[in-house]
T-cell receptor
Framework: SQKIEQNSEALNIQEGKTATLTCNYT??????LQWYRQDPGRGPVFLLL?????KEKRKERLKVTFDTTLKQSLFHITASQPADSATYLC????????????FGKGTTLSVSS | GAVVSQHPSWVICKSGTSVKIECRSL??????MFWYRQFPKQSLMLMAT?????????EQGVEKDKFLINHASLTLSTLTVTSAHPEDSSFYIC??????????????FGPGTRLTVL
């Protein structure tokens, strides 16, 4: 069956450290993979998009990798801050026309000072 | 950046009544909008794809007669939960791709609507 999984439900780290979140998928051939941030009671906010032919994408303190062989994406936040505490969702676009995003359950990151 | 709004942000209703939720793209046109539902500590689940000027496409297991979708203009889609029951209580979120060409574009999400059915 098709699945998109974020292995950790919760991740707790100290301020200044690098947070690494994992997203694995099964039986999809995504053209894109995206990462979103969601704060409690709010809609998701887009962070980064990475295409199947890209290995890495960076935006300020954020970095995303995409390994289509391992069927995995890693999301890194360097020099993490308490303000980075939120739920991070990975989402993929299946390689089919006209299909909306499929989301993982999310990983809730808590950064303590 | 692109802005998508939802109204209301929170609604409480009695069982058996109908509730309408609006989703608007404020600074761009969207021929396609998506409606999601999210239960606590769960993923966003796609309910339906709203298409301007044509019928919505519903995901498997979503009752189209219960969740009525109308995409009346290029900036407005509405979701009406008919004869709501307590099990319909959830967080409903809409999204719209910016260029309107489908799911491969970046999607902008509304702030969500919390529905509580008593």
């Amino acid at each position: 069956s098709q699945k998109i999984e974020q292995n950790s439900e919760a991740l707790n780290i100290q301020e200044g450290k690098t947070a690494t979140l994992t997203c694995n998928y099964t039986n999809y051939s995504p053209a894109y993979l995206q990462w979103y941030r969601q704060d409690p009671g709010r809609g998701p906010v887009f962070l980064l998009l990475i295409r199947e032919n890209e290995k890495e994408k960076r935006k300020e303190r954020l970095k995303v990798t995409f390994d289509t062989t391992l069927k995995q994406s890693l999301f890194h936040i360097t020099a993490s801050q308490p303000a980075d505490s939120a739920t991070y969702l990975c989402a993929l676009v299946p390689n089919q026309a006209g299909t909306a995003l499929i989301f993982g359950k999310g990983t809730t990151l808590s950064v303590s000072s | 950046g692109a802005v998508v709004s939802q109204h209301p942000s929170w609604v409480i209703c009695k069982s058996g009544t109908s509730v309408k939720i609006e989703c608007r793209s404020l600074d761009f046109q969207a021929t396609t909008m998506f409606w999601y539902r999210q239960f606590p500590k769960q993923s966003l689940m796609l309910m339906a794809t709203s298409n301007e000027g044509s019928k919505a496409t519903y995901e498997q297991g979503v009752e189209k007669d219960k969740f009525l979708i109308n995409h009346a203009s290029l900036t407005l889609s509405t979701l009406t939960v008919t004869s709501a029951h307590p099990e319909d209580s959830s967080f409903y979120i809409c999204s719209a791709p910016r260029s309107g060409s489908g799911s491969t574009d970046t999607q902008y999400f509304g702030p969500g609507t919390r529905l509580t059915v008593l």
